[in-house]
């Protein structure tokens, strides 16, 4: 790499002196970090890829990059109750651009800070620029939110508001204008995600499955549905919409981003309807909305329902590469 070499990157960008670790752990620097895994909780682990011009649009502030793709890796924290511990982080890179790496580990180090991970080790290299990182969480034994306990009868929830990150793209991509301060909130779902971690940790005693959404509602909870051999229930009008989506693209483009967009990282799960109540004293607690927008029925897949229960059908599922 012209300018900095690989390893004065790592010194001068990723190797962050304030690290606390626990007796006998290890972070940067060796050829493995070493973990301690308390007595009664297990490793959470995952990891998540972004390219360029796939995942997030080329010229982006480095900063908003870096978030986003620390928040889409601790979304899967959050899905599963974890809490978070410790990140790694592998980046490819065109260049060797002190102007580009300076605000990239800012971001970086911010999203550390604000999910609770520590930055324990990574691989820098060069190519295509491609960031990826994996997420180290623990959870208690025997008590994590899966993808295959949804039961009969129970509830959908979702928190926050959906379809806003898809929203942005299309601003971005210059087909959509909004107003300055819709506009500001839909770049800031799209770059600034908040990974549900709180709300993950606390729906273990209480949620039967849980997923976040990061391809699409109608998808996510549709993997949902298959592993826990259930159908699902959606009604549309339900669906929590924010001022900027319904405002900038109306109510039936708003539901359409909602149930197929991706990137929205909020978490989808499931509870008995005997705890409903329970869930909405947690989002006063968690000063998040949580939001009913469906059931659990016999039978396959996802069926969208509009307000007078008959099926309604959008185009498109939710995205995939292949
Ligand atoms: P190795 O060749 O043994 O894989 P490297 O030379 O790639 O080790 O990395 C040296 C140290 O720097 C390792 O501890 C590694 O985890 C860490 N590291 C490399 N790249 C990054 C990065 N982008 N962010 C954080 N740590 C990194
Ligand atoms: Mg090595």
Known sequence: MAGLSEFAIIERFFTDRSATLSAGELGIGDDCALLSIPAGFRLAVSIDTAVENRHFPAGGDPADVAYRCA???ASDL???????????????????????????????KQAMQDFGLQLI??????????????????VPNGQSLLRSGAQLGDLVFVSGSLGDAAAALQVIAGEVELSDEHRDFVYRQFY?????????????????SAIDISDGLVADLGHIASQSGVGAQLFVEQLPLSPALTCGFGK???HQLALTGGDDYELCFTVPA???????QLARECHLD???VGKIVSGHGVTCLDGQGEPVHFPRTGYQHF
Do not use: N
């Open 71 to 73: 928040a889409a890796a």
């Open 78 to 108: 959050a899905a599963m109750g974890a809490r978070p511990l410790a990140a790694t982080l592998a980046l490819c890179l065109p260049a060797a651009d002190e102007s580009w790496l300076s605000p990239f580990s800012q971001g970086f």
């Open 121 to 138: 080790g990574g691989d820098t290299t060069k190519g295509p620029l491609t960031i990826t990182v994996q997420v180290h969480g623990l």
């Open 192 to 208: 600034r995600p908040q990974p549900r971690l709180a709300l993950g940790q606390a729906l273990l005693p209480l949620a039967t």
């Open 252 to 254: 039936t483009i708003g």
């Open 274 to 280: 005997a705890l409903e109540a329970q869930i909405q």
């Open 290 to 292: 949580l939001t009913c």
